[in-house]
């Protein structure tokens, strides 16, 4: 019984599934939304591809729990900065990754390593 509890958690969880782990991409971009909530946040932004077309991007991040409890809040992002993001590409090829790093304008870089342990720089 236990482990048929499990499989709903186990399909949420399947990261690889959704992203090639061995393929990181970095875009650099505008935000145009930040998402605070359970149970992933998640950023969007703007990116303008070598070609001179805007592409918009998303991130899935960490809860806001772990977030919280690494240093991030519900203000850290807002729409209009410039990003720097970097994580696992979506294996659909659509422009959406899981988040392994972000940093700010300033300098300031969060992240989340391959552990799945979040912390700032």
């Known amino acids: 019984m236990l482990a048929l509890a ?3 958690m186990m399909a949420h969880h399947g990261t690889a599934a959704s992203y090639d ?3 990181f991409v970095t875009k650099k971009g505008i935000v145009t ?3 605070w909530a359970n149970p992933h946040s998640q950023v969007h932004w703007d990116v303008k591809e070598a070609d001179g077309t805007v592409v918009n991007w998303g991130g899935e991040l960490h809860s806001i729990a772990q977030l919280i409890k690494n ?3 519900k203000n850290l992002i807002k729409v209009g900065d410039e990003i720097t993001v970097t994580g696992h590409a979506s294996r659909a090829g659509a422009p959406y ?3 392994t790093s972000l940093k700010l304008a300033n300098g300031k870089d ?3 390593d391959n552990t799945g ?3 700032g720089n």
């Open 6 to 8: 499990s499989i709903p």
């Open 21 to 23: 782990p061995d393929t």
């Open 33 to 35: 939304e930040f998402v």
């Open 71 to 73: 240093g991030w809040n």
């Open 97 to 99: 990754m899981v988040v």
């Open 110 to 112: 969060y992240y989340r």
């Open 117 to 119: 342990s979040e912390g």
